[in-house]
Antibody, heavy 113, light 112 residues
Framework: EIQLQESGPGLVKPSQSLSLTCSVTGYTITSGYDWSWIRKFPGNKMEWMGYISYSGSTNYNPSLKSRISITRDTSKNQFFLQLNSVTTEDTATYYC??????WGQGVMVTVSS | DIVLTQAPLSVSVTPGESASISCRSSKSLLSSKGITSLYWYLQRPGKSPQLLIYQMSNLASGVPDRFSSSGSETDFTLKISKVETEDVGVYYCGHRLEYPFTFGSGTKLEIK
């Protein structure tokens, strides 16, 4: 069974970069599908951030396009999120997913000085 | 972006009774392939979202048949029959018709 696990710092300072890793087991990320990052803000708002496809192409939410980068390390079966110039508005729980059916457990990231 | 509007914001249900949640799209979710790209998720407290329904009316693997969904191109309804305590959480609709994918604002289901 496929499993996804996010990891990364839980606290980031404003103006710095947020970097998260998604480790995938049970499926090889180059075999198929898109590999997404999704975040849930305090309250209930959910936002799809973007994905990297099995072939390595990317697609980002235009609301984030200038700040986001999704990359991968196929040798480790991992993909990554980098979000630059963060503000307190980026405080959220971040999920990696083989959208829509398989999700990681999520990692809470707080942006605060 | 496609806007998905959910109602109600919250619903309180007695175990054994039914609950319905509405999702309205600002644009038709019917694709050129004839697939309606509407999905339903449940996020239980402290858990990650779980896919309940895909392509408007198909039950995801392992989801009990107490859950059902129907609709048109822009108006959709999730129905939960014989609500159980494990159904507590926030329900979201979402689409995958075009980029960016978007979600509704969520409906919180509580047990009376």
């Amino acid at each position: 069974e496929i499993q996804l696990q996010e990891s990364g710092p839980g606290l980031v300072k404003p103006s710095q970069s947020l970097s998260l890793t998604c480790s995938v087991t049970g499926y090889t990320i180059t075999s198929g599908y898109d590999w997404s990052w999704i975040r849930k803000f305090p309250g209930n708002k959910m936002e799809w951030m973007g994905y990297i496809s099995y072939s390595g192409s990317t697609n980002y939410n235009p609301s984030l396009k200038s700040r986001i980068s999704i990359t991968r390390d196929t040798s480790k079966n991992q993909f990554f999120l980098q979000l630059n110039s963060v503000t307190t508005e980026d405080t959220a729980t971040y999920y990696c997913a083989r959208f829509p059916a398989w999700w990681g457990q999520g990692v809470m990231v707080t942006v605060s000085s | 972006d496609i806007v998905l509007t959910q109602a109600p914001l919250s619903v309180s249900v007695t175990p054994g009774e039914s609950a319905s949640i509405s999702c309205r799209s600002s644009k038709s979710l019917l694709s050129s392939k004839g697939i309606t790209s509407l999905y339903w998720y449940l996020q239980r407290p402290g858990k990650s979202p779980q896919l309940l329904i895909y392509q408007m009316s198909n039950l995801a693997s392992g989801v009990p048949d107490r859950f059902s969904s129907s609709g048109s191109e822009t108006d959709f309804t999730l129905k939960i029959s014989k609500v159980e305590t494990e159904d507590v959480g926030v329900y979201y609709c979402g689409h995958r018709l075009e980029y960016p994918f978007t979600f509704g604002s969520g409906t919180k289901l509580e047990i009376k």
